[in-house]
């Protein structure tokens, strides 16, 4: 079986194209300057292409029997709201377009839990959840969830399509990629931590369970794959103590969001800081959301790592 991986240069793309190595031959999608060092295998066929570019994906998706789409764009910023549109929504409609043109039947979507959308009556978030409109809803979680759209309006013109929703997805603090960014508050010892909630997950578990997903024949299925939601102080004390650095102690209130905010953009400014952050995942990060991962640890039996096991792996070849 020929499968086709967009964004394998990616933290989560280069562990799920590893992943499948043994389930097919495995072809990997990258842009001309693209960094492809986390994905070294010399199994791996690279082919340059560009979701945002109709042509490349045509030349890209020729022969393959099965495409897992994981490129996209994150970012609370509201600079990017036009590019999370490009990248995400019109991104994703070439590839189902693509499929479809070449007759290419099956498509795991790796979506986000963003995407199933957030109200303020609604604290445990399931793969049932209806999409409300909601102001707590970023621009990032209203592309992801009309990329969505696209794959199931694909799946009713014939596409077997199957997607995955990971929450924070945790790598190795070597991998240098944006989702491992949220390390650097810990080890900069920052002192305040939000009040609300984060839910996370081992990238080496999503690989997993996308694979176990396509084992198990789960087309036409959704599922969250979130290891657990716990509130980030703790989070933050896990880290402090596997890192051994001093953990933020001081919560910050409601009151206190604008200061942190304007820190936060002087550190952009500055080059100080590589942590994104915006007024609307402000405040999200003090609200306490909970991503149900019960559907599949029910229906395919599985087993998330503990936050210690993944942070014992997340500092293996730290640069000092």
């Known amino acids: 079986?020929?499968?086709?991986v967009t964004g394998a240069s990616g933290l989560l793309g280069s562990y799920i194209a590893d992943k499948f190595l043994n389930l097919g031959?495995?072809?990997a999608l990258k842009r001309v300057k693209s960094d492809t060092t986390l994905l070294q295998d010399k199994r791996i066929n690279w082919i340059e292409g560009d979701i945002n570019d109709y042509q490349s994906l045509e030349a890209?998706?020729?022969g393959m029997?099965?495409?897992?789409?994981?490129?996209g764009l994150v970012s609370y910023l509201d600079k990017d709201k036009k590019a999370l549109m490009e990248v995400n929504l019109v991104g994703t409609t070439n590839v189902v377009n693509v499929m479809l043109q070449k007759n290419i039947k099956k498509l795991i979507h790796i979506s986000s839990v963003a995407a199933l959308g957030r109200t303020p009556d609604a604290f445990t978030v399931t793969e049932n959840q209806k999409w409300t409109e909601s102001p707590l809803n970023s621009s990032y979680a209203i592309s992801k969830y009309l990329a969505e759209l696209e794959v199931w309006r694909a799946a009713q013109e014939g596409l077997d399509v199957?997607?995955?929703y990971?929450?924070?997805?945790?790598?190795?603090?070597?991998?240098?990629?944006t989702s491992t960014k949220i390390y650097d508050?810990?080890?900069k010892e920052n002192s305040y931590y939000p009040s609300g909630i984060i839910n996370y997950v081992d990238v080496r578990d999503v690989a997993e369970a996308v694979a176990q997903c396509f084992i198990k024949d789960s087309w036409g299925k959704r599922y969250i794959i979130n290891a657990d939601a716990i509130s980030y102080k703790q989070f933050f004390e896990e880290l402090g103590k596997a890192f051994g650095k001093k953990a933020p102690n001081k919560p910050i209130c409601n009151g206190m969001l604008k200061i942190v905010l304007i820190g936060s953009w002087l550190g952009r400014l500055f080059g100080l800081s590589k942590i994104p952050l915006s007024?609307?995942?402000?405040?999200l990060a003090q609200l306490k959301f909970k991503m149900s991962n019960e559907k599949i640890k029910k229906e395919l039996d599985f087993n998330f790592r503990t936050l210690s096991e993944t942070l014992s792996w997340a500092k293996e070849n730290q640069s000092e």
């Open 162 to 164: 199957m997607v995955v």
């Open 60 to 62: 890209a998706f020729e």
């Open 185 to 187: 508050y810990v080890l």
């Open 1 to 4: 079986m020929k499968i086709l």
């Open 25 to 27: 031959e495995i072809y």
């Open 279 to 283: 007024p609307q995942s402000a405040k």
């Open 166 to 177: 990971p929450s924070l997805v945790l790598g190795k603090i070597s991998d240098n990629r």
């Open 65 to 71: 029997d099965m495409v897992i789409h994981v490129a």
